[in-house]
């Protein structure tokens, strides 16, 4: 068994090239829609819990937060 041989050593794995902009962004967009869902349940009459809307608000400053440190390193080091 090729998998369990204690001499057999795996192909070193390269870090995966991921677009951050568009990812801070969708998890951005995607904070922003929970609390507007958050806000439309409130003014149907729902009862809800203020720490989900302070946790919808923490979730989209971190992900504006990474929208700009993402762009501030793209903009040192374009080749990224």
Sequence with gaps: MR????QHTPQELRPAR???TKLFL???VCWLVALAALGVMYLAGRSLDGRLALMC???LL????????????????PDL
Excluded at 3 to 6: R, T, V, Y
Excluded at 64 to 71: E, P
Aim: aromatic residues 6%; contains cysteine; glycine residues 14%.
């Design 3 to 6: 998998a369990l041989d204690p």
């Design 57 to 59: 608000l923490v979730g």
């Design 26 to 28: 969708t998890g951005s």
């Design 62 to 77: 971190l992900g504006c937060v990474g929208y700009v440190w993402t762009r501030a390193v793209q903009e040192e080091q």
């Design 18 to 20: 991921v677009n951050t």
